[in-house]
């Protein structure tokens, strides 16, 4: 498969894969394209944050406007992001959105455990789902192998739980009916593998791979990032009780996963995650008001990290920063992430040729 907009996406998968394996580095590094591959006029933004977040022409003519005027390079390559907020599967689930300019919201459904019955995801009459499968539909009829559509960033596990719930009430239910988080768990396994299948049958390669619109990853296969970002409130033995289990069997079902470790509080349930077998990665963020993930404050936490058998993904890297955090941790298993800027294309290339010997 090629793509119009990125010449070399063959070589990048291969360079994917083989990070994937620990055997090689991934790199995404974009620059600004002054003379943009396509003149395509900018639209308008809905007044609206609703239709900001959900009307398929205007999504698709704003992510081709930016898309037209970026250069890809090393692994970067050119998505249309199908997101509509942080965590979509918990609408198709019951859950009511509440759109802003720059995030959803999402309002609890389960207000009595012992009556609210099954979770069950079905894909008739579901009025939020129906709206994302056509922003994705949009964005395949629209990219005409200029680039790809992202598989969206549903979310799962205990944060779906937590928006169908509450936070707070749910942290309740941990304590006082540990036995319906975990039913309540499993059945939400259920729902994100079938809804996940049902975008990734429309988004699929050729490979069989798909990109997912979190983090920039592609795998030649059943490829998402996962994550537990409530895990921050709760301890370790927790974790591995109530979020271990179900990331086991997400892991076992895809092909390809990388989980995303966000912040301090979750620095806690590093060792429960290097106990999943198969998990392939693990993402770093750090929380706002700490150095970015280049930073050699992280230095540690990857290599550790690589010591369990994952691969890492430093994100928020700074240009300068990239050769020290390679010498640091080495190339293999190394996935950096630069921290979007504008940079010139002769900028972006020299970073790229000093990265080269540590591709070998």
Avoid at 158 to 171: F, K, N, P, V, Y
Avoid at 214 to 222: E, M, S, T
Wanted: proline content about 7%; charged content about 25%.
């Amino acid at each position: 498969m090629s793509l119009a907009w990125k010449p070399d996406w063959p070589q990048a998968q291969q360079n994917l894969l083989r990070w994937w394996k620990n055997e090689g580095m991934a790199l995404n590094l974009v620059a600004s394209n002054p003379a943009p591959r396509e003149r395509l006029p900018r639209p308008e933004r809905p007044a609206s944050p609703a239709a900001a977040w959900l009307d398929p022409v205007y999504r698709c003519s704003e992510a081709e406007y930016q898309l037209s005027r970026l250069h890809f390079l090393a692994e970067a390559f050119p998505y249309f992001d199908t997101l509509i907020g942080p965590g979509t599967l918990s609408t198709f689930l019951g859950a009511r959105p509440e759109f802003a300019d720059d995030t959803v919201w999402y309002w609890p459904c389960i207000d009595n455990p012992d009556t609210y019955g099954p979770i069950r995801f079905s894909a008739v009459d579901n009025r939020w789902l129906d709206a994302h499968l056509a922003l994705v539909d949009e964005g395949l009829r629209r990219a005409q192998g200029r680039y790809l559509v992202g598989l969206p960033d549903m979310i799962e596990n205990m944060d779906t739980l937590a928006s169908l719930r509450g936070d707070e009430q749910l942290l309740f239910d941990l304590v006082e009916r540990p036995g319906w988080v975990s039913e309540k768990l499993a059945e939400i396994n259920q729902a994100y593998f079938q809804a996940f299948d049902l975008f990734y049958q429309r988004v699929k390669d050729d490979q069989g791979g798909n990109a997912f619109a979190a983090f920039q990853i592609w795998g030649p296969g059943k490829t998402a990032k996962l994550q537990c970002d409530i895990s921050a409130t709760f301890s370790a033995k927790m974790f591995r009780r109530f979020v271990q289990p179900s990331l086991a069997e997400q892991v076992r079902w895809l092909d390809y996963s990388l989980y995303h470790l966000d912040g301090t509080t979750c620095l806690q349930h590093v060792d429960a995650l290097l106990e999943i077998e198969g998990l392939n990665a693990i993402e770093w963020t750090p929380q706002a008001g700490r150095p970015g993930g280049g930073s050699p404050e992280w230095y540690d936490l990857y290599r550790r990290i690589k010591r369990g058998g994952k691969g890492i993904q430093a994100v928020g890297v700074q240009d300068e920063e990239v050769i020290p955090l390679l010498d640091a941790v080495g190339p293999q298993g190394t996935f950096i992430l630069l921290e979007y800027r504008e940079r010139s294309l002769d900028q972006a290339e020299a970073l790229l040729k000093a990265v080269e010997p540590y591709r070998q």
